[in-house]
């Protein structure tokens, strides 16, 4: 009873103001997996709170924010209009709408093949390389080194869960699953390359 309430009220909130609700559960989320990165993963005894701020301005700005302007409003109503319809769908008419399911194939495509590759992972190594006190042009580099170990594992990860997004979710969730499902992707990526680099 208690759980059914706390989701309806998430509910409500998620659809009133989706996207404040997008960017707290994406900057919340991303904080709290590097945490788990750190004190479950590497066994630290403390956390490194710049280590920790990477994580949380990467989830506030970058995951819940620029993420929001992409699938909400550049995929979902600029670039797939219809997308929206086919996700409300039931599973035989998701079946019968071959345009539809070619129009979740070109979200997923374009996610994974432009936005990741040239967008987020390079911004993600740009943020946390400022952070640390280098610069934009070192975070390009260091992206440009890891690159094809972080996409590996980005596309065996996100290929099918957008895929599944993107039939099901509604406009307001979104981000919100992209956040639940990226906590286990934040934490590796935050094992991967959450440490300075010398």
């Known amino acids: 009873m208690v759980v059914r309430r706390g989701t309806a009220a998430l509910s409500r909130i998620g659809r009133k103001h989706p996207?404040?609700?997008g960017?707290?559960?994406?900057?919340i989320k991303t904080s709290g997996s590097d945490?788990?990165?750190?004190?479950?993963?590497?066994?630290?005894e403390e956390v490194d709170l710049r280590r920790n701020l990477i994580f949380f301005t990467w989830g506030l700005l970058y995951l819940g924010g620029v993420q929001y302007f992409i699938?909400?409003?550049?995929?979902?109503r600029r670039w797939f209009p219809d997308a929206m319809a086919f996700a409300a769908k039931g599973w035989r008419a998701k079946l019968a709408d071959k345009a539809g399911?070619?129009?979740?194939?070109k979200q997923v495509?374009?996610?994974?093949f432009v936005h990741h590759p040239f967008i987020l992972f390079p911004a993600f190594y740009q943020v946390k390389e400022v952070i640390e006190g280098g610069t934009v042009a070192a975070g390009w580099r260091k992206f440009r080194q890891h690159q094809v170990e972080d996409l590996k594992?980005?596309?065996?990860?996100?290929i099918p869960v957008f895929l599944v997004n993107f039939s099901f979710s509604p406009l307001w969730m979104r981000v919100p699953v992209v956040a639940v499902?990226?906590?286990?992707?934040?934490?590796a990526l935050s094992c991967l390359r959450g440490a300075p680099e010398t």
């Not at 945490?35 to 630290?44: D, T």
């Open 101 to 105: 399911q070619r129009t979740v194939v």
């Open 109 to 112: 495509l374009i996610d994974q």
């Open 181 to 187: 499902v990226s906590f286990g992707f934040t934490a």
């Open 153 to 158: 594992l980005c596309w065996s990860v996100w």
């Open 23 to 27: 960017v707290a559960v994406s900057a």
């Open 71 to 76: 699938y909400v409003h550049l995929f979902a």
């Open 35 to 44: 945490v788990m990165a750190q004190k479950v993963v590497e066994r630290r």
């Open 19 to 21: 996207f404040l609700f």
